[in-house]
Each structure stands twice: as C-alpha cells, then as structure tokens.
Nanobody
Framework: VQLQASGGGLVQAGGSLRLSCAAS????????MGWFRRAPGKEREIVAS????????YFGNFVEGRFTISRDNSNIVVYLQMNSLKPEDTAVYYC????????????WGQGTQVTVSS
C-alpha cells in the first residue's frame, strides 16, 4: 500500500492542524493505521493509531486529549486532527499502515513537517 501524508505546516502554539494520509494500492480497511513523529534529535514515537473499522484508537501519553484520529475507509484516508499544539509537537509526522505484523515492518509514507512556534 502506498501512503501520502499532507497537511503539515507552521502554526502558532495553541493552534490546530489536520494531517491527512491518503492510501492506495490495496484494501485500505485491511490495515491498522497509525501516525508517528520524529523530532530533531529524538527517537520516533507513536502519536496515534486506529483500528481497521475505526472503532478503537490509541494515543501516545503526550497527546493528553489534544489529538483525534479518524479514518474514512470509503475514501481511503486517515486523519490526525491536532489541537492545542505546543512547540514540543514540532516534528516530522509520518503515517503508517500494518496488517497483522508491526508498524516497523509495515508501510510508511514520506512524512510531513509540523512546526509549532512559541
């Protein structure tokens, strides 16, 4: 499956962004989808993931209720709505897909830069 992330940009602290990840190639609903991020000098970390049906979601501890993840299996896209952004949210955000394995062994998009100014 091919993944194309978009929606990143520069935003002031407290602002919002919505990231989108468009998928193509295989049956989208077969995949658990996730968003990850990597900040400069830090390890990659999971931001959120969503089940195949969209009924269950998981968030990294740092999210603290600020982000939501959703998916549209008809239009084969997954979204990450980010509110109350903080400067420490600055990172490259990646979408990923996995079937029954791990995200590390799954499919990855190219990343979109999110910069939050103070």
């Amino acid at each position: 499956v091919q993944l194309q992330a978009s929606g990143g940009g520069l935003v002031q602290a407290g602002g919002s962004l919505r990231l989108s990840c468009a998928a193509s190639g295989r049956t989208f609903s077969n995949y658990v989808m996730g968003w990850f991020r990597r900040a400069p000098g830090k390890e990659r970390e999971i931001v959120a993931s969503i089940s195949r049906s969209g009924g269950k979601a998981y968030f990294g501890n740092f999210v603290e209720g600020r982000f939501t993840i959703s998916r549209d299996n008809s239009n084969i896209v997954v979204y990450l709505q980010m509110n109350s952004l903080k400067p420490e949210d600055t990172a490259v955000y990646y979408c990923a897909a996995r079937d029954f394995g791990t995200f590390e062994n799954g499919y990855w998009g190219q990343g979109t830069q999110v910069t939050v100014s103070s």
